[in-house]
């Protein structure tokens, strides 16, 4: 007789947010865009490039999860950085699982052990994620773990790549054994919380900090001031009157925050140069993710000691949406 079918339980659904913890340049935002295949993170080599909490969202078969990218844990100094860490608190709280990110091409340092004495506090489940392995020696890979393993209750290590996309495959295995059972809270479609004035903004945030050096970083901000969307007119033929053309036309305004006058200058640069750069740089990435003819103007203004200003970090944070 034939043997009759066993049916076999359908994995359940699961869906959760993961908080990306570590060290500034420890290769957080990397691994987001990696993730989800797409960018939705500037990502630069500079320390605190990730100012906001920024929700990456991964929808598949399995189950949503919901990354949050944090800034890198830092002890603050201004109030943007105290409001930087707050974002980091905020993500543990929430956070149903915790991704711990060091970089296998750093010593253990002071900063390691701040990020270390903060998670002792977390009751989540925290895996260790060792990024960068592409870039030292196999034989270097055990020692590592070895000294990592026993500082704090790590439910997995995992030797990652963010940049080359290395195991990837599995930590998203083992985030989802580890993500509750629940329906998903976003939609398909969706893979960010960011809104379009804020992407705009980093946009150009990204290409200043490929640009500039020294402490420029970290006392630069970008503000969009207005975003007017039309048609873009086309020249009609003799004796007929004008069209449209069906690509749509974005016209932005920015402005870009300094706190000293010479550090205008250097955003400026000789002649203008450095800002027409930038400027034009960011004009193509805008035109590749608005699929429009842009049209941008940035300007760039002194306001000193901006950083501990609340007026100007309530601004920047509700282009945030």
Same mark, same amino acid.
């Given at each position: 007789?034939?043997?009759?079918?066993?049916?076999?339980?359908?994995?359940?659904?699961?869906?959760?947010?993961?908080?990306?913890?570590?060290?500034?340049?420890?290769?957080?935002?990397?691994?987001? /865009?990696?993730?989800?295949?797409?960018?939705?993170?500037?990502?630069?080599?500079?320390?605190?490039?990730?100012?906001?909490?920024?929700?990456?969202?991964?929808?598949?078969?399995?189950?949503?999860?919901?990354?949050?990218? /944090?800034?890198?844990?830092?002890?603050?100094?201004?109030?943007?950085?105290?409001?930087?860490? /707050?974002?980091?608190?905020?993500?543990?709280?929430?956070?149903?699982?915790?991704?711990?990110?060091?970089?296998?091409?750093?010593?253990?340092?002071?900063?390691?052990?701040?990020?270390?004495?903060?998670?002792?506090?977390?009751?989540?489940?925290?895996?260790?994620?060792? /990024?960068?392995?592409?870039?030292?020696?196999?034989?270097?890979?055990?020692?590592?773990?070895?000294?990592?393993?026993?500082?704090?209750?790590?439910?997995?290590?995992?030797?990652?790549?963010?940049?080359?996309?290395?195991?990837?495959?599995?930590?998203?295995?083992?985030?989802?054994?580890?993500?509750?059972?629940?329906?998903?809270?976003?939609?398909?479609?969706?893979?960010?919380?960011?809104?379009?004035?804020?992407?705009?903004?980093?946009?150009?945030?990204?290409?200043?900090?490929?640009?500039?050096?020294?402490?420029?970083?970290?006392?630069?901000?970008?503000?969009?001031?207005?975003?007017?969307?039309?048609?873009?007119?086309?020249?009609?033929?003799?004796?007929?009157?004008?069209?449209?053309?069906?690509?749509?036309?974005?016209?932005?305004?920015?402005?870009?925050?300094?706190?000293?006058?010479?550090?205008?200058?250097?955003?400026?640069?000789?002649?203008?140069?450095?800002?027409?750069?930038?400027?034009?740089?960011?004009?193509?990435?805008?035109?590749?993710?608005?699929?429009?003819?842009?049209?941008?103007?940035?300007?760039?203004?002194?306001?000193?000691?901006?950083?501990?200003?609340?007026?100007?970090?309530?601004?920047?944070?509700?282009?945030?949406?």
């Amino acid at each position: 007789m034939p043997r009759k079918k066993t049916s076999q339980k359908a994995r359940p659904y699961r869906t959760g947010y993961v908080a990306l913890i570590g060290r500034p340049n420890t290769g957080k935002s990397t691994l987001l /865009n990696s993730l989800l295949g797409r960018k939705v993170a500037i990502v630069s080599d500079k320390p605190q490039t990730t100012r906001v909490s920024i929700l990456g969202i991964k929808t598949t078969e399995l189950g949503q999860i919901i990354f949050i990218d /944090n800034p890198g844990v830092h002890k603050p100094l201004h109030l943007m950085n105290r409001r930087m860490m /707050n974002y980091v608190y905020s993500s543990l709280e929430m956070a149903d699982l915790v991704l711990l990110m060091i970089d296998a091409t750093r010593k253990f340092g002071h900063g390691d052990q701040y990020v270390l004495e903060m998670l002792k506090k977390i009751t989540r489940p925290i895996f260790l994620l060792i /990024n960068k392995v592409d870039l030292v020696k196999k034989e270097s890979m055990l020692p590592m773990i070895d000294s990592y393993k026993d500082l704090l209750p790590f439910k997995e290590i995992v030797p990652i790549s963010a940049l080359k996309g290395d195991n990837l495959d599995r930590l998203e295995k083992l985030i989802y054994d580890y993500l509750p059972e629940a329906e998903k809270i976003y939609s398909d479609e969706e893979i960010s919380d960011q809104s379009e004035k804020f992407l705009l903004s980093e946009i150009i945030r990204e290409k200043i900090l490929n640009h500039v050096e020294e402490e420029l970083p970290y006392t630069t901000a970008v503000i969009i001031r207005s975003i007017e969307k039309s048609e873009l007119p086309v020249r009609p033929a003799s004796g007929r009157k004008p069209a449209l053309s069906p690509r749509p036309l974005v016209r932005i305004q920015a402005e870009i925050l300094v706190e000293k006058e010479n550090h205008k200058g250097i955003i400026i640069g000789k002649k203008g140069s450095m800002l027409k750069t930038i400027g034009s740089e960011a004009r193509q990435e805008m035109e590749e993710m608005l699929k429009s003819k842009v049209f941008l103007e940035i300007s760039v203004r002194v306001r000193e000691r901006w950083r501990d200003a609340e007026e100007i970090l309530d601004l920047i944070e509700e282009q945030k949406g």
